[in-house]
């Protein structure tokens, strides 16, 4: 089977954090993605849709930390984008660790929410799920074509409380204390997501990796400012890279006095702190109560969560 | 085209009772309907630059007097329809989610109906002279159909 070429520098990049565990890392990295989905229960009965792709010959193993998001352990032999129930809007394909985010931050039916870097909708339409389609979202990105992907996502799953809106998300500095949740999913070097696409390798670089973490900051910025107070940020990327997620946790809490990083537990996930030193720089303690996971973990894309609440 | 117009719309086209809509909003601009909750139309928005509100319920044209619900719309009230109903076999399932036109003898009135394949909602179809001219997107239709 053909496997990706890793470079250098990134075989090397984690080997003091991980040690000899650094091999079986680099091994999860080039090994493929497990297939899943997630039952979207704002169109579909969750039991019914199980009990009938089962019968069609799914094999289905339920993600432990969301009751709706399952496993395709025969994704090979079943075209999960060409059968009924997703053309129905009745399953969304989705990584399992793409779900996390949405959980962490565990939005209410009345809430204001916003996902400040919403494209291509996965973790837009999970909110819309967690809330029973009540509330209100307003799913934000600043690329067209990527809001194309947006809407056509929320409209399949049948998505009726979100706005979408097409701003640099830079943007809501200014508007001051308006949202109850914000989810920042932010763009990242996508270190996590190898293992579903090796193009991501042809533009890693550390420099790319230092000049994300200057936009990362640029947004977590904003998505402080627009959070109102008691509100909680989840923070999240798809990397490893510390620069871009405890690094940007640190600078946050350097430059506001009024936020904490909330500790966070998932049943059935394993997960590891996040770390306090990278490359002879330290970080804020208070970063150790994020969450890193490393693909080899839980057989999953890697991922970096802080939940962040403003006082 | 108001809310009022398109609930009667819906109720006479295919009894849906006008209830179903109570806690829905329809934003009506440029020929195009979108429904959201009325809860969103209540959120404080000033200073978001909106490109749309919910989801695409329908579209119309005013010089015509033709309003045309979408796939998506009928896939979540479809299901509270008691007339104009297409129920289509596995084979035309397959067919229609293709993108075929169907030829196909029903009782429904000729213009738009809703596609139904068991108790699921498929979306919308146009009935005219004996034949179901497709209505599914062409960024939704299957290529191919491949189940185990």
Redesign the interface.
């Known amino acids: 089977m053909k496997q990706p070429i890793l470079p250098g520098k990134f075989k090397a990049r984690y080997a003091s954090l991980l040690g000899e565990e650094n091999k079986i890392f680099l091994k999860y990295c080039k090994m493929p993605l497990r297939k899943s989905i997630r039952i979207n229960t704002i ?1 579909a009965n969750a039991k019914e849709v199980v009990s009938a792709l089962k019968d ?3 094999e289905l193993e339920r993600v432990p930390w969301f009751k709706y998001g399952y496993w395709v352990k ?1 994704a090979d ?3 999960i984008g ?3 129930e997703y ?3 009745y399953i969304y394909p989705q990584e399992a660790a793409s779900m996390l985010p949405p959980i962490i931050l565990n939005p209410k039916q009345e809430d ?1 929410v916003l996902d400040m870097a919403a494209a291509p909708g996965s973790k837009t339409t999970q909110l819309a799920q967690m809330m029973d ?4 979202i ?1 799913a934000n990105d600043k690329d067209t074509s990527r ?1 194309k992907a947006l ?2 996502n ?3 799953c ?10 640099d998300g830079i943007w809501f500095k ?2 001051k204390e ?1 949202f109850d949740l914000v989810l920042l999913d932010a763009p990242c070097s996508g270190e996590g997501v190898i293992r579903k696409s090796w193009n991501v390798l042809s533009r890693w670089s550390v420099n790319m990796i230092n000049n994300l973490a200057g936009l990362q900051k640029g947004l977590i910025g904003a998505a402080i400012e627009t959070l109102k107070p008691g509100g909680v940020l989840v923070y999240s990327t798809c990397t490893l890279a510390p620069e871009e997620n405890e690094g940007v946790i640190d600078f946050a809490l350097k430059k506001f006095d009024n936020i904490k990083v909330e500790k966070v537990s998932v049943e059935g996930l394993k997960w590891r702190n996040g770390i306090e030193e990278w490359e002879g720089k330290s970080f804020n303690s208070e970063v150790k109560k994020t969450m890193r996971i490393w693909p080899q973990d839980n057989d999953t894309q890697a991922f970096f969560i802080a939940k962040v609440r403003k006082l | 085209m108001n809310r009022a117009k398109i609930i009667k719309w819906m109720e006479q086209r295919f009894g849906i009772n006008r209830g179903i809509f109570k806690g ?1 909003a329809f934003i009506i601009k440029n020929g195009k309907v979108w ?3 009325r ?2 139309m209540n ?14 319920f329908g579209r119309y044209s005013e010089r015509k007097g033709i309003f045309k619900p ?1 796939t ?1 719309a009928l ?2 009230f479809g299901k509270y329809a008691s007339r104009n109903i297409v129920e289509l076999n596995e084979r035309e ?1 397959d067919d229609y ?1 293709t993108g075929y036109d169907l030829e196909k003898q029903c009782d429904a009135g000729e213009g738009y109906v809703i596609i139904k ?1 068991k108790h ?3 979306g919308c179809g146009l009935y005219r002279n004996g034949i179901i001219k497709n209505q599914i997107p062409k ?2 239709r ?7």
């Not at chain 1, 389609?133 to 209100?136: L, P, S």
């Not at chain 1, 049948?158 to 701003?167: D, Y």
């Not at chain 2, 299957?142 to 185990?148: A, G, N």
């Open positions: 169109k069609k010959g799914w025969n032999k079943v075209a060409n059968s009924l053309f129905l809007g204001f389609n009540k509330g209100c307003v809001i809407r056509f929320l409209d399949v049948g998505v009726v409380n979100t706005i979408v809106s097409r701003m200014e508007l308006r | 829905y429904l959201t909750s809860e969103v959120r404080e928005l000033r200073g978001i630059k909106i490109e749309s509100v919910g989801l695409l979408t998506n896939q979540i399932r989610l394949y699921h909602v498929l960024a939704r299957r290529y191919s159909v491949e189940e185990v």
